[in-house]
T-cell receptor, first 111, second 117 residues
């Protein structure tokens, strides 16, 4: 059974810092990995999708890497801003099966 | 990109009543939709897989008679919480994937906050 772990569970940083969120998964037989952002009481916004054949994806200040063999992914956020404060969720997928989620990292960026 | 619309966003109901939540794929056809539940400060837990034209597949521990799922068309799936109780209060969210759109990511609805009083 696939299990996804995210570390740290919570993180508080001053504005402007670069930060890394970690995600690990137990079964490396995945098709893709997706990072989401969730604001309190809201739905999920997809940030980055990495196919299993890819090693990283970038969007603006965000960069996600994937090491499938070791079962790890990182989300790098450059020059963090207060607006980045949210919960970041990592999820892995395999074909048409539903995504398996980690518990998320609650990020707080302090002005 | 693919958009999933979910309604209502928030609902308060009395204990014992039923509540219907709708999930629509706006610009793509979704033969499969997934329904998740999220308790405060917890991650999303899959409740069931909704299949167009056939019965839903429920995860272990989820009561199929309590959480009725109907996927009558390629763009609409509904979740009905029957005889709701306070312990059913949670955040419910659906997702689908545009299999024809070239990408492989999942799109999520905006979620429904259910409060049973």
């Amino acid at each position: 059974k696939q299990e996804v772990t995210q570390i740290p569970a919570a993180l508080s940083v001053p504005e402007g810092e670069n930060l890394v969120l970690n995600c690990s998964f137990t079964d490396s037989a995945i098709y893709n990995l997706q990072w989401f952002r969730q604001d309190p009481g809201k739905g999920l916004t997809s940030l980055l999708l990495i196919q299993s054949s890819q090693r990283e994806q970038t969007s603006g200040r965000l960069n996600a890497s994937l090491d499938k063999s070791s079962g790890r992914s990182t989300l790098y956020i450059a020059a963090s801003q207060p607006g980045d404060s949210a919960t970041y969720l990592c999820a892995v997928g395999r074909g048409n099966t539903p995504l398996v989620f980690g518990k998320g990292t609650r990020l707080s960026v302090i002005a | 990109g693919a958009v999933v619309s979910q309604h209502p966003s928030r609902v308060i109901c009395k204990s014992g009543t039923s509540v219907k939540i709708e999930c629509r794929s706006l610009d793509f056809q979704a033969t499969t939709m997934f329904w998740y539940r999220q308790f405060p400060k917890q991650s999303l837990m899959l409740m069931a897989t909704s299949n167009e034209g056939s019965k839903a597949t429920y995860e272990q521990g989820v009561e199929k008679d309590k959480f009725l799922i109907n996927h009558a068309s390629l763009t609409l799936s509904t979740l009905t919480v029957t005889s709701a109780h306070p312990e059913d209060s949670s955040f419910y969210i659906c997702s689908a994937r545009d299999q024809m759109g070239g990408g492989y990511g999942y799109t999520f609805g905006s979620g429904t906050r259910l409060t049973v009083v």
